[in-house]
Each structure stands twice: as C-alpha cells, then as structure tokens.
C-alpha cells in the first residue's frame, strides 16, 4: 500500500523520503501557503521536487474547464513528477481527458462513489481520492466505499489508483487498506501514529528493563 504525505513544507518531505515510509507527496494550497517556506507556491512545489524523486501532487486553482487545462499544463511544466489534482466536477471532465491526452498524469479529488470513481477513470484520471475521513464524519462508511470503488475498478479493468484520503487515525488506515485501496494519503502526526502503540511503549520498557538488569558491570583496568 502507497503511502502519500500530505504537506507543504519541504523538511517533512526530506524526512519522509530517508526514511522511505512515503510514496509520493500531495500538497496543496494551504498546505504549500502555511507550511512557513519562503517564495510562493510554485517555489515551493518546485523546491519539493527537488528534494524527493517521488510523484508531487499539486492542485489546481480553478473550476472551469479552459481555466483548469491552463492550470494543469502550467504545473505540468514544473517538473516531471507532477501529478494535477482535479476536483471532480462536470466541468472538470473534459480537462480531465485534454490533460490525459497530452501526457499530463490527473488525480480526480472530492470523489466519494463508486460511480464517479468510474467516470473519473472513464475521462483519464491516473487515481481518484476518496476522502474517508469525510465520508466517516457524515456517518457514511469510509471503508466501505473503498471497498466498493476498488472492486468497480477492478471488475471493469480501469487503470486507476485508489487512494484513501487523510484517514485521521490508524483505524481508519486500517480498513481502508482491508477495502483494498492502493494508497493513503495521510498527514505527518497520523503517519507517527501509525507506528506507536501502548503495547509497544510497554514492550520497549520490558526491552530496557531487561537490559539494565544483566548488563555486566565494567571491570575495573
């Protein structure tokens, strides 16, 4: 499962990239305005590429179909691992698929159904964010809906990533990837969480008890 950290600020990409917990970044505009780098979004975005060699999703500033092709192709210019996130709206779709046509990688936002993770793949989009967190919160079932979207795409052979977007905690993580998402896109705390457990703050206690008690004292030269 492809794990995709969403953030603006270039130091949590250098870290996520040594560390090689991340497969790619996804950024956006308030994420690349607050995350405290100097220049404007378009200095940071290319700063980010810079610093990993993993996909950078950037979103565009519009909603109309010409004004999304145009931003689209401006960010497609900034580097080659660009991927253009694309709310999924009627007038996104044929951008979606003018996009495509040129080489442009598209990932399809705000999708929340099956049926329009079909049709975001129908028009070109190389993945589709599904944000759980959101579908949760309304009492729907993020989990669920993965599973649904991931099995329309894989019975109807679409070339198309499923991620889950920003679970808020290692539960929802977790069912997203038992839905069979390709992917998560999750924050940097939420990422830490991932690998903490009260077990496991117990287990390294036990651990150093352990090893303080037959440590062998130093002899004297």
């Known amino acids: 499962m492809k794990i995709f950290l969403t953030t603006g600020s270039v130091d949590d990409v250098v870290w996520g990239t040594e560390t090689g917990l991340i497969d790619g970044v996804v950024t956006t505009p308030t994420s690349l305005q607050s995350a405290g780098e100097d220049g404007d979004e378009r200095d940071v975005l290319e700063r980010i590429c810079r610093a990993t060699p993993l996909p950078v999703c950037a979103s565009v500033a519009s909603v109309t179909s010409e004004d999304i092709y ?60 599904i944000p759980v967190s959101h579908l949760d919160a309304v009492g729907l079932d993020g989990g669920e809906t993965v599973r649904d979207i991931s099995a329309v795409l894989l019975g109807q052979a679409m070339e198309c990533d499923v991620l889950a977007a920003l679970p808020s905690n290692p539960v929802q993580f977790a069912r997203a990837a038992r839905g069979g998402a390709d992917g998560a896109v999750v924050t940097l705390p939420v990422l830490k969480s991932l690998l903490l457990h009260p077990l496991t703050d117990r287990g390294v206690d036990q651990f150093l008890r352990e090893l303080s008690a037959h440590r062998r004292p130093r002899q004297a030269v």
Do not use: C, H, N
Request: glycine share 4%; aromatic share 4%; charged share 25%.
């Open 70 to 129: 145009r931003d689209g192709r401006e960010l497609a210019r900034i580097s080659d691992q660009i991927v253009v996130q694309v709310p999924l709206l009627e007038e996104a779709v044929t951008a979606v698929r003018r996009l495509r046509a040129d080489g442009v990688r598209v990932a399809a936002t705000l999708v929340y159904t099956a049926a329009q993770a079909l049709l975001a793949a129908k028009a070109g989009a190389f993945m589709v964010q």
